[in-house]
């Protein structure tokens, strides 16, 4: 069965500090994708990246970093300088095909809060 | 270009009732995915629909029921409710499948009474 782990319920910070959001997988497939997404107060998911199994290459955008390591089933997610606006709930999600059935399985989030 | 767009924003209902939501994907999108979100948990998947066919079923009982017309649009049907079916419910398109990035709408927010 297709797993999605993320063991820290909730985090607070305070402005600037850097944060990290662990996520860990289990899969069978050989072939997955893994998912960040952002849940603001308003509630609609917002994509933030999304990377195939084949590619381990560490990604970067702005204040974001990914950091995708196969051998230990994870998936983490770093803010750097963290600000107010980063406050939300973040889900780790992992999508293959099971059963014939295609579908996004997702972790129960992390609740990040940044304070001024 | 317009995101996924969903209707109502919020419903409030009786157990018993039947509630019918609706979602419209991003132009070119085909497939659309239904997922439900109770409070303090991660969205658990329902349905997937491509083409208008069903390509994918949750573990949710048979109260649950979709649809995706030509125009790609879809509408999830719930009868029957229960107190349980309170949650938020959100719809996400993509261009195929889930392995394709899925793009979320803002979520209809289902209250049972």
């Known amino acids: 069965a297709q797993k999605v782990t993320q063991a820290q319920t909730e985090i607070s910070v305070v402005e600037k500090e850097d944060v990290t959001l662990d996520c860990v997988y289990e899969?069978?497939?050989?072939?997955?994708?893994l998912f960040w997404y952002k849940q603001p107060p308003s509630g609609e998911l917002v994509f933030l990246i999304r990377r195939n199994s084949f590619d381990e290459q560490n990604e970067i955008s702005g204040r974001y970093s990914w950091n995708f390591q196969k051998s230990t089933s994870s998936f983490n997610f770093t803010i750097t300088a963290s600000q107010v606006v980063d406050s939300a709930v973040y889900f780790c999600?992992?999508?293959?095909?099971?059963?014939?059935?295609?579908?996004?399985?997702f972790g129960k989030g992390t609740k990040l809060t940044v304070n001024p | 270009d317009a995101g996924v767009t969903q209707s109502p924003t919020h419903l409030i209902k009786t157990r018993g009732q039947q509630v019918t939501l609706r979602c419209s994907p991003i132009s070119g999108h085909k497939s659309v995915s239904w997922y439900q979100q109770v409070l303090g948990q991660g969205p658990q998947f329902i349905f997937q629909y491509y083409e208008k066919e069903e390509r994918g079923r949750g573990n949710f009982p048979d109260r649950f029921s979709a649809r995706q017309f030509p125009n790609y649009s879809s509408e999830l049907n719930v009868n029957a409710l229960l107190l349980g079916d309170s949650a938020l419910y959100l719809c996400?398109?993509?261009?195929?499948?889930?392995?394709?990035?899925?793009?979320f709408g803002p979520g209809t927010r289902l209250t049972v009474l």
């Open positions: 999600a992992l999508s293959g095909i099971q059963g014939g059935s295609e579908k996004l399985v």
């Open positions: 899969t069978r497939d050989t072939t997955y994708y």
């Open positions: 996400a398109s993509s261009l195929e499948g889930s392995t394709d990035t899925q793009y």
